[in-house]
Every structure is written in structure tokens, then in C-alpha cells.
């Protein structure tokens, strides 16, 4: 029993050095070219580039999940017409 207990406070102290050895450590402190103001570094024009990539696959995933719900909105409202027995007139 006392020898779990000095396992389990050995591995907390471990994780605590741990984590200062890593939030201390400078090197994760430097900026990189973009943060630094190099704007015309291969860096940054490729984290441009990966930014408009992002927007555009947010975009893309926004546009079809709107397409779907307008279609099932007009599908209902068709469903909805056939069973009241009104005629709508479906666009193409």
C-alpha cells in the first residue's frame, strides 16, 4: 500500500516536470515568418494559401448543408400540397 502511494506521487511529480521542462523550454517562444513580419517568405504565402483552403472547404460544407435543407423544405411543402390535394408547381 505505501509502495503504490510513492508510485502514484513519484508519477505526479514527473508530470509536473514535465510540464515545466516543456512550458519552459524558449524555443517555443520564437515567432515564426509570419508572426515575425516576413510577408513575403515561402511561409507565409503557403499559410496564406492554406487559409483560403480552409475558408474554402468551410464554405463549400456550409453551402451543402443549406442546398440540403432548401430541398427538403421544398419537398415537404410538395408532400405537404399532394396530401391537401392544392397543386404547386415545382421549378426546375
Known amino acids: ?3 503504490a502511494m510513492n508510485t ?3 508519477a505526479r511529480w514527473a508530470v509536473l516536470a514535465a510540464a515545466l521542462a516543456i512550458l519552459g523550454h524558449p524555443a517555443g517562444t520564437w515567432a515564426c515568418a509570419v ?3 516576413e510577408p513575403d517568405s515561402p511561409a507565409s504565402r503557403g499559410l496564406s494559401l492554406a487559409i483560403l483552403a480552409l475558408a474554402a472547404v468551410v464554405v463549400g460544407v456550409l ?3 443549406v442546398a440540403f435543407f432548401v430541398q427538403a ?3 415537404a411543402a410538395l408532400v ?3 396530401a391537401t390535394g ?3 408547381i415545382e421549378k426546375s
Request: charged share 25%; hydrophobic share 40%.
Open 35 to 37: 508572426c515575425y513580419g
Open 63 to 65: 453551402g451543402g448543408v
Open 86 to 88: 392544392h397543386a404547386l
Open 73 to 75: 423544405s421544398r419537398k
Open 8 to 10: 502514484a506521487r513519484r
Open 1 to 3: 500500500m505505501l509502495n
Open 80 to 82: 405537404e400540397a399532394a
